[in-house]
């Protein structure tokens, strides 16, 4: 893969377009500049297969699709530390990885589910996209990542920081 002159250009690297979401929607929204971000959780079965899809660019015709598995371990859970609640799925890709999250600020008056995307180097954040709000902006529940898991069999255990099957003690 060619290293990109900016970040925003890791947005455009050639992928086959992911057809619609099959199974439910995580995020759904337009993040600006004619770019659209898609994450969906495909159901898991008692195997713990399903998995997490992410489409970015223009709407219907994703310049990136990158397709991660339940069983990758790349869901990461709220801390149960912070003014936010918070959980994120990260899809890799070469170098790179692209943290779709979604988040809402427990201290805030009237609270209101925010969401978007980070473009990471290995640690270094190249890209911080956020959900622009409007009538086609899908954002679901929070838990909704933890949920998929435990239905897919998982469980997260606590002590090693890590999703897995079988009991987590």
């Known amino acids: 893969m060619r290293p990109c002159l900016t970040a925003l250009a890791l947005f455009c690297l050639p992928q086959a377009a992911l057809a619609e ?31 997490f899809t992410y489409a970015f660019g223009p709407k219907g015709q994703p310049d990136l699709t990158l397709r991660e598995e339940l069983s990758a371990g790349t869901a990461t859970p709220w801390s149960g530390v912070g003014r936010a ?10 170098g790179h990885s692209y943290e779709a999250w979604h988040s809402v600020d427990r201290l805030t008056e009237d609270p209101t589910l925010e969401a978007g995307v980070n473009v990471l180097r290995g640690e270094d954040l190249l890209a911080s996209l956020t959900c622009e709000s409007g009538p086609g902006t899908v954002i679901a529940p929070l838990f909704t990542i933890h949920d998929a898991m435990t239905a897919a069999g998982f469980c997260r255990d606590l002590n090693r920081h890590e999703w897995r099957r079988g009991g987590c003690g």
């Open 21 to 51: 979401c099959n199974g439910e929607v995580l995020i759904s929204c337009d993040t600006g500049k004619g770019r659209h971000l898609e994450v969906c959780i495909e159901p898991g079965d008692s195997q713990g297969n399903g998995a």
């Open 85 to 94: 609640i918070w959980e994120s799925v990260a899809f890799r890709n070469g």
